[in-house]
């Protein structure tokens, strides 16, 4: 069903002390968030088991930021789906930017990720986004169809519903610029109907759309506001667990 998420992704932020403090804080004002709000937190890899043991008897969930896109074996370094599900994690972000920008990740590199991590039970939150220059040349609109065409379109229904989808446009992470929202919900109507064509009405009508970009308390009320914008996927307001928690409290 869609649902309302805050997802907050780490990224290659906190050690393992700084992480289960930040966890704890955010755990400390659980009371706060509102019933129908889905928390998630995605740590790096080797929080997550230590993170899962806190927050197991809360609302609260957790992801891991990636998987291999190889089941098991002499992958050094790499850290499977299967063990990522061991922890306790029950999402994990496939196919953000900064792995297609600095890790070379490919759409067919991500249609393994995703399809391993629905084989070991675990939610794909899928990303997709264009950069700038595909904004400035009117490309924005192709590059997201045919990220989601070469991913998750090749999805039976039944995987497809396990998915969340993130839009995150590349020129707005990290950089304090934000998508209007305007600009967004364009971008998640337009997904949507893809979704409505790619699969059925109902299938658009739950899969639930984060917005990832610049999110923060000042400007979530309005991003969240949108038809389509069911969350979202937050970066740098996520490591601070009043203005993490704050997010929750901003749906209409
Ligand atoms: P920021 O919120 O720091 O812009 O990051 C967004 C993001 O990449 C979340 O995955």
């Known amino acids: 069903m869609r649902q309302k998420i805050v997802a907050g992704n780490w990224k290659m932020n906190n050690d393992l002390n700084q992480g289960l403090e930040l966890a704890e804080a955010i755990i400390n004002l659980q009371h706060e968030i509102p019933e129908d709000v889905h928390v998630i937190m995605a740590p790096p890899f080797i929080h997550l088991a230590d993170i899962h043991r806190k927050v197991k008897d809360t609302r609260l969930k957790i992801s891991a930021q990636n998987c291999a896109e190889e089941e098991k074996g002499a992958f050094t370094g790499e850290v499977s ?112 109907k893809l979704v409505k064509d790619n699969f059925s009405d109902n299938a658009a009508e739950d899969t639930s759309i984060l917005y990832g970009g610049s999110c923060k308390p000042s400007n979530s009320t309005e991003l969240f506001k949108q038809d389509d914008i069911d969350g979202g996927l937050i970066g740098g307001a996520s490591l601070k667990s009043k203005d993490f928690v704050e997010l929750t409290k901003t749906f209409s």
């Open 81 to 192: 789906a299967s063990m990522v599900r061991s922890t306790g994690s029950e999402y994990v972000i496939i196919g953000h930017s900064e792995r297609r920008a600095y890790y070379n990740e490919t759409d067919d590199v991500i249609l393994k990720k995703i399809n391993l991590a629905l084989k070991n039970d675990l939610y794909p939150i899928v990303c997709c986004g264009e950069k700038l220059e595909q904004r400035e040349n009117g490309q924005y609109f192709n590059v997201v169809r045919e990220q989601l065409e070469n991913t998750i379109f090749k999805l039976s229904s039944e995987e497809f519903s396990k998915v969340i989808l993130a839009y995150e446009p590349v020129w707005a992470i990290g950089t304090g610029k934000t998508a209007t929202p305007e600009e967004a919900q364009e971008m998640h109507q337009f997904i949507r």
